[in-house]
């Protein structure tokens, strides 16, 4: 029986060959595709708080006519739905990591679920006394904010520039919205944030390729 196939190689060069084969397919793996952990956010606040913009944009006028209700309710449906997308992704890719890596994951994982809990559980008893628009930015602006905080910090934990970037970008805009004022935020946040999730999960999944090439 012949068991050549067995040996491990003698020629430099294909072993080299072999560890970057190995490298690839591991990255393959356990790196779950960055377009499952952007584009569901992205698309979220496209859709989301683009809504809350044409059904309450600046001035008294509502630019398309939509129950008062309707953007919230999708909003809150499109972010269950990529939280859901980002949850299944993570499990499938990192659920057979463990060490140091796998518990910076499940840390992350509770500032993420816990954070956002407890700083809406403030909000709502803070928001019922203020005027509609006020309350609705209180809301977006607060919401907008914690998730460009946590984005820092992901990429301040993984050292991941793209993320941490990210992170910058989306507090920028809030900070921008924030000064234009109640109607535009949603604006600045639909589009600037929305498609800048789009464009950094487009970008994130070309870097991926390139390191899971063999």
């Given amino acids: 029986m012949d068991h050549d196939d067995d040996l491990p190689p003698t020629d430099a060069a294909a072993a080299l060959r072999l560890i970057e084969d190995e490298r690839s397919a591991t990255a393959r793996q356990i790196d779950p595709d960055a377009r499952l952990l952007y584009w569901p956010w992205g698309i979220a606040w496209l859709v ?91 809301w977006s602006a607060t919401a907008v904010g914690l998730t460009g905080a946590l984005h820092m910090a992901g990429g301040a934990i993984w050292l991941d520039r793209d993320l941490f970037r990210l992170g910058v970008w989306i507090s920028v805009l809030n900070l921008v919205g924030v000064f234009a004022g109640p109607g535009w935020h949603a604006l600045v946040v639909s589009v600037a944030g929305g498609g800048g999730m789009l464009v950094a999960g487009a970008v994130a999944r070309r870097q991926q390729r390139q390191r899971q090439q063999p």
């Fill in 48 to 138: 989301g708080f683009g809504l809350f913009f044409l059904r309450f944009p600046p001035g008294e006028e509502e630019l398309l006519r939509l129950p008062g209700w309707l953007p919230l309710t999708v909003l809150f449906a499109l972010l269950l739905a990529a939280a859901a997308v980002q949850a299944v992704a993570s499990v499938r890719a990192y659920g057979q990591v463990s060490g140091e890596s796998a518990r910076r994951g499940r840390w992350y994982g509770c500032a993420w679920a816990l954070g956002p809990v407890s700083v809406y559980a403030g909000l709502g008893q803070v928001s019922e006394h203020l005027p509609h628009d006020l309350a609705a930015l209180l």
